[in-house]
Structure formats: structure tokens, C-alpha cells
């Protein structure tokens, strides 16, 4: 019998999403080269081997009744699923550009405290810490738009949290992998001089068994240069279970790419449940919900005079399910322009 390769792509409408995203591989399939590309790329095949235990971590927010009053946590889960949880609450002055970029700088911050507090500790020596989301900063650095509190605490941040906790990974024999779900990165489409492409689309074109993976790329970081960030970072995509992923690893630490595939491939195999567990056990801790939030908001405020609380709590009521704006902060006075 001939064996030829599938001109066709079938579409299923019921899933546009799904559709959609056939319909952009195949004009990718169409417009590249693909044999080239993959010459350019050197696809390996990992095998699962355990060598190191796995943590994992992440982080979330919530706004109380969509008020400046915010709640964010992270937490951090092991194999075991012995869980560190942190919890910080914070009141914003106004609601703005500045200070949603802030509230989301400071979720990331969180979840970099709560990481550094079990790396003094020892608890996660010799191990893997899969980060949920990018270990580089290049979202969070500083630009024109930020105002100098912002670029003040960015640099506090980086030099008292951020940098003590990559050295002492490094130290420690930590490896910090950043874990890229849904990535949006070009990183790859750059490598190999392909314009206006995303790495996601490349990734589902050449990444098609079980266990293949692309070696390192540097991370080119504009961002992190133009604001003297020293530290530098590659990354690498693998194919887990037919769901490609990116991680990222620090530049010191480019040398166990390998092993940690191979850890990877070992924790997402059927026997020993997949990767799932430990990151929906640090999803569900670090999660806050709408109810969460509004139940904090309520007990802050609780001590105050009923009519204050009274008011406080329809002005929050009015935001949230009308739309209403008012020209005071819920509880600081006028609002900043």
C-alpha cells in the first residue's frame, strides 16, 4: 500500500477555537518549509528517568466587590502535597493603569516570597521548582509609563527578593523552570528568522511524538537589558503527552535542560498521574475567589461604625453590579486622576 502524507485538515465548526488554530498550522504548514526547519531545530526524543523531586508553585489575586481592596496568595506544593501558603492583602490608594500593573507585579512578588522562604529553609534542595509562568521579568520591568514608585519598588524587588533567590538556587542545586502553558512567545519564530509567527504554531508543526523536544535558545530580553537585569535565561519546548509546553531555565543552569525533560517525561507518564496533582494543588491553594475576598473586605471593616460599613459596602455594590463610578476612594478620600 502507498503511504503518502495527509494533504487534508478536517475542521470541526462545534470547536472554532480548535479550527482556528488547524487552520493557521496548516497556512504555516503551506508558507514554510518544514523538512528545513526541522534541520535547523535538532528535534530529540527524551525517556522518562526520575533524578530529582518536583515542586511547584504558583499564584493568584482577587479584588473584594472590584474595590482597591485586594487579596493575593501563593502557595507551594511538593510531591507529598505538604503545602506553603502566603497570604498578603493589600488597599490601593486609586484604580487605574498603575495600579493593575502594580496589583499583578505584586502577585508576582508574592509567589517569589513564598518560593524563597522554602528555598532558606532546605526543603527544596536538589530539586525542581516548576514555576507556573515565565521566571523572567521582562513583563514587570519598568517603562515610560511607570511612575517612580513603581520603578523604586521594581528595583527593591530585584535586588532583595529576586536576585538572592536565583543565587541560592544556583547554590543549592535548585533548578527554577519556568512552565509555559498557553504561550504567546515568538522566541522560537525569531531563532529561525520566520516572521510574524507564533512559537505555538512552529512548536505543533514539528513537536509530533510523545517526548520530543527542541534544545535551548538564548531568551533575547530587551526589556530586562535596558533596565540592568543581569540575569540571563534560555528556553525549550517539549512535547508532553501531546500537549507542547515552553520552559524556561536560568542561563547558570542550561545544562540540565536534559534532566529535567526526563523528570518531566517521568511525572507525566499514566503510572505516576501526570503533572496534574501537584499543579492543581498549587492552583487550588494559591486561587482566591470573588467570595473569598468580599469575606476578607467584610471582616476588615467589621469593627467600623455600622453606618460607615453600611456605606462602604453599597458604594462597593454600586461599582460591581452597576457600573457606577464615584469621584472618592471607597476608603481613602478622593480618587487619583
Known amino acids: 500500500m502507498e503511504v503518502f502524507e495527509t494533504s487534508y485538515v478536517k475542521l470541526n465548526l462545534e470547536d472554532l477555537v480548535d479550527a482556528r488554530l488547524k487552520v493557521k498550522e496548516a497556512f504555516f504548514k503551506q508558507e514554510n518549509n518544514i523538512d528545513k526547519i ?146 504567546g512567545s515568538t522566541y522560537l519564530a525569531e531563532y529561525l528568522n520566520i516572521k510574524d509567527t507564533y512559537d505555538r504554531y512552529i512548536m505543533n508543526s514539528l513537536l509530533i511524538e510523545d517526548g520530543q523536544f527542541i534544545s535551548p535558545i538564548p531568551v533575547i530580553d530587551t526589556n530586562a537589558t535596558r533596565n540592568r537585569i543581569h540575569h540571563k535565561y534560555v528556553t525549550f519546548y517539549i512535547n508532553l503527552k501531546n500537549w507542547k509546553y515552553r520552559f524556561e531555565l536560568l542561563n547558570q543552569q542550561e545544562a540540565h535542560y536534559r534532566e529535567c525533560i526526563c523528570n518531566l517525561l517521568y511525572i507525566a507518564t499514566d503510572t505516576h498521574y501526570g503533572m496534574n496533582p501537584i499543579f492543581s494543588k498549587a492552583d487550588e491553594y494559591a486561587r482566591v475567589t470573588k467570595r473569598e475576598a ?39 478620600g478622593v480618587r487619583g486622576k
Open 38 to 183: 526541522k534541520n535547523k531545530t535538532h528535534i530529540h526524543q527524551g525517556k522518562p528517568v526520575k533524578t530529582r523531586n518536583i515542586f511547584a508553585v504558583d499564584s493568584g489575586f482577587n479584588r473584594a466587590y472590584d474595590t482597591s481592596f485586594t487579596v493575593l496568595k501563593a502557595a507551594m506544593v511538593d510531591e507529598e502535597m505538604d503545602v506553603n501558603l502566603t497570604e498578603s492583602i493589600y488597599l490601593f490608594h486609586v484604580e487605574n493603569y498603575q495600579t493593575e500593573r502594580l496589583r499583578r507585579f505584586l502577585m508576582q512578588q508574592t509567589l517569589y516570597e513564598t518560593l524563597l522562604k522554602s528555598v532558606e529553609s532546605g526543603k527544596a534542595d536538589g530539586s525542581i521548582v516548576l514555576v507556573d509562568g515565565t521566571i523572567t521579568l521582562t513583563i514587570f520591568c519598568p517603562t515610560l509609563r511607570d511612575k517612580t514608585a513603581y520603578k523604586k519598588h521594581f528595583r527593591t524587588f530585584y535586588r532583595k527578593v529576586y536576585t538572592p533567590l536565583m543565587d541560592k538556587c544556583v547554590e543549592r542545586d535548585i533548578i527554577i523552570l519556568g512552565f509555559l502553558k498557553r504561550t
Open 294 to 332: 468580599n469575606l476578607k473586605f467584610n471582616y476588615v471593616i467589621h469593627e467600623l461604625p455600622f453606618d460607615e460599613r453600611t456605606k462602604l459596602r453599597l458604594e462597593a455594590r454600586k461599582r460591581t453590579h452597576f457600573g457606577l463610578k464615584t469621584n472618592k476612594s471607597l476608603m481613602n
